[in-house]
């Protein structure tokens, strides 16, 4: 059972995280966290955010929250860490997010303390080439293979960290994200929280350069599609999305409404999901929308698209490829993405993905993947499995915050 309110709780698992801002990471945490009660069982929950912002997802009642003031600086993080982690003198630090990671072992240095990170990117895909990326990837090499155990979200992801980053292939965990099909679906039900006329072909995602929707504002002008073209998401790329989108001639028929609080909503009623990326970890996004109904089209990226879509490992796609999940294109290629919109646009080929994209949805569901994350705790603190994480609990935006 889970100790007295007010009993000390002998063991501590330190949770941390950039933010819990909008992003896949951030509410793949908000998940596990509030299926975390049966770890309470062996230690108390908490959780540290390394930045200030708006708290776009819940955290259960039971974590407490040490919210620091980072700035988005990772030299910043690596001191506030460090002396958070001293003063907490945590039993086990899970971290998530490049930045969270290396802080995470700055923070853990000279300690006893087993800590595990969570890479949730194609590492060497995220941070490019070139000069400016060289320090970010040698911190990396320092900090992994050091680590009690790594998590890749992705095989593609743990043959990155092998092969470019020195981390032991026997400490790589792979974990999919859990998706949480039930809650998708009933919001999925919704009304949407923006109202649009018509069909409308659908991306959702940060909007940064990585996320490549400029070319699916290229594909969509291609394609010669009706309707519009709706992308949910903030970033820095919001003004130059826009431009591009008047200079090819659709800039009534693109709508970036920002972050909503309910994209499921928007999956179910889209004509088509596209995942225009040049690169992703696992892509939470297209699992979303595979689960609310959408039929999908993804870029053949590092990593995570094919496994989900195809069932293997990333491959070089040309042209349209009809995986049996979703139908692929190779990266940044405008006209097999376009060829893409115009074979989805069909009624009969989408409500046949309609129905695999649902069926195939269902083997990332929550219960299973909690379990992992939770089971790695656990033993990561010298405890028997916790078993099944059960439903979500109630939450709170904070929880309780110092």
Known sequence: MPPEFGVRVQKRVLFMINS?????????????LGRSESLRRLASVELALLDRGPQAYLVPD????????????????????????????????????????????????????????????????????????????????IAYPRAHRVVAVSDGIKEDL???????PSRIDVFPNPVDIESIQRQAGEAPEVAIEGPYVLGVGR??????????????????????LVILGEGPEREALVRLAAEV????????????????????RARIFALPSNAEGFPNGLVEAMASGA????????????????????????????????????????NAMAEALRRMA??????GYRERGRLRAGD???????????????????????????????????????
């Not at 001293?86 to 800590?115: I, M």
């Not at 993947?369 to 790695?376: G, S």
């Not at 979500?392 to 915050?401: E, M, P």
């Open 20 to 32: 819990m801002t909008g992003g896949g990471a951030e509410r793949v945490l908000s998940t596990i």
């Open 207 to 228: 909007l940064v350069r990585q996320k490549n929707f400029a070319l699916l504002v290229r594909a969509f002008a291609a394609s010669g599609l009706d309707g519009r």
């Open 249 to 268: 001639g659709i800039g009534d028929r693109v709508l970036l409404p920002g972050f909503v609080r309910n994209p499921f909503a928007l999956m179910a």
């Open 364 to 402: 990332f569901g929550v219960d299973e993947c909690c379990r992992r994350y939770l089971d790695l705790a656990a033993a990561a603190l010298g405890g028997a499995p916790v078993g099944e994480p059960g439903p979500a609990q109630s939450a709170s935006r904070s929880g309780g915050v110092t």
């Open 62 to 141: 039971w974590v407490r929250v040490h919210q620091l003031n980072c700035r988005k600086r990772t030299l910043t993080s690596l001191i506030e860490a460090r002396r958070l982690v001293k003063r907490v003198e945590p039993d086990l630090t899970f971290s998530f997010l490049t930045r969270a990671n290396v802080a995470a072992a700055v923070a853990n240095a000279g300690r006893t303390a087993p800590w595990i990170v969570s890479e949730r990117v194609h590492t060497s895909s995220h941070l490019g080439g070139g000069l400016r990326s060289a320090p970010a990837k040698a911190l990396i090499r």
């Open 346 to 351: 069909d009624p009969a080929i989408a409500a």
């Open 295 to 334: 039929p999908v089209i993804s870029t053949d990226c590092n990593s995570g698209p094919s496994q989900i879509l195809a069932e293997r490992p990333r491959g070089e796609v040309t042209g349209v490829s009809m995986a049996p999940h979703g139908v692929m294109t190779p990266v940044d290629d405008v």
């Open 162 to 168: 092998v092969a470019n980053f020195g981390v032991d």
